[in-house]
């Protein structure tokens, strides 16, 4: 064998993998990591300035394009630069990492916000998995490695919307698993705790906005309920590896949690009585009647204008959609 036609052998048979929302935190991590093990990746994400950089410090095979999970017109002109880049072969992984929380009270959070979380997190998950679906139909083979959290397992106070879009995935990639396996695709959900990424300041970085709610005295110890989310944070690379092991298995499990404790953390959760959880939730996140300061919160509901009609609201929000 020559060493060109060793070299065509081997661009022929190299995986190729898509990963999206890889211009940081663990998409990045990932998408460095495999290149490194010798896939054809391609990263995806909306900010070119960050892919670009990303494919510098590459040290494999890694392509770049940009994808915006929401937008339908972004997914298809990815998919046609897929078909291009591997020279109508299409993608064997699929990779789904986009997604993002922000927190706050859940009362608080206004409809519009609530539907940019599902947008991404969800919407935008399943669209990009419906597009790149068919082919690996027709191939009778492919992955789809869908990033949920540990909070698709468990609910934290201020993060009930992003755990519900976590709880919706849990349960999607559960029916995908079911429904795509007589064709050959494997359906795999990487379960992560407390990363070190931007991911905490993205999702804390609202919380100001809710100094004049009735939860003002929780959210000003914001930052010391983050570091307690923080204490058992590990790296990205921890979440990498966990996403190539399910790669490399012939038969992959249909969940991983990483890192390994989070395991440990589920299992004692299973144990407790709700009402025990409950409590200890409140207390880590001062959920107590003195840091909320109830009595003043009930004068200030009391003296405001009440809430405009369902109509009205509805209105307002048209215009995200």
Same mark, same amino acid.
């Given at each position: 064998m020559t060493a060109s036609t060793a070299r065509s052998s081997a661009a022929t048979t190299r995986q190729v993998v898509l990963i999206t929302g890889a211009t940081a935190g663990i998409g990045r991590q990932t998408a460095l990591h495999l290149a490194a093990a010798g896939y054809h990746v391609i990263a995806t994400g909306r900010r070119v300035a960050e892919l670009e950089a990303l494919r510098k410090d590459a040290p494999g095979q890694l392509s770049v394009t940009p994808l915006d999970v929401t937008s339908?017109?972004?997914?298809?002109?990815?998919?046609?630069?897929?078909d291009r880049l591997t020279d109508g072969h299409g993608v064997d992984v699929l990779v789904n990492n986009a997604g993002f929380g922000v927190a706050g009270p859940l009362t608080e959070i206004s409809d519009a916000e609530l539907r940019r979380q599902y947008d991404t997190n969800v919407f935008g998950l399943m669209a990009v998995t419906r597009a790149f679906v068919p082919a690996m139909r027709a191939r009778g083979r492919g992955r789809i490695i869908n990033v949920s959290s540990m909070g698709g397992k468990m609910t934290l106070p201020f993060f009930g919307a992003y755990n519900s879009t976590k709880y919706a995935?849990?349960?999607?990639?559960?029916?995908? &698993?079911?429904?795509?396996?007589?064709? /050959?695709i494997d359906v795999v959900l990487i379960e992560p705790g407390a990363i070190h990424t931007n991911f905490g300041d993205t999702a804390m970085s609202p919380v100001a906005q809710f100094q004049d709610s009735a939860y003002a005295g929780a959210l000003a110890k914001a930052e010391v309920l983050r570091k307690r989310m923080e204490a058992t944070a590990v790296g990205p690379e921890v979440i990498a590896r966990a996403i190539h092991k399910a790669i490399r298995r012939r038969r992959p499990a249909a969940r991983y949690v990483a890192p390994w404790f989070g395991n440990v953390i589920l299992g004692l959760l299973a144990l407790t009585p709700?009402?025990?959880?409950?409590?200890?939730?409140r207390r880590l996140?001062?959920?107590?009647? /003195?840091?909320?300061?109830?009595?003043?919160?009930?004068? &200030?509901?009391?003296?405001?204008?009440?809430?405009?009609?369902?109509?009205?609201?509805?209105q307002a929000a048209a215009p995200i959609n």
């Open positions: 339908a017109a972004s997914i298809a002109a990815a998919v046609a630069e897929v995935l849990e349960s999607l990639s559960d029916a995908l &698993r079911m429904e795509l396996h007589a064709f /050959g709700t009402r025990l959880q409950d409590a200890a939730m996140s001062f959920l107590t009647r /003195g840091t909320l300061d109830v009595d003043a919160a009930r004068q &200030r509901a009391a003296t405001a204008t009440p809430p405009a009609a369902p109509r009205a609201r509805a």
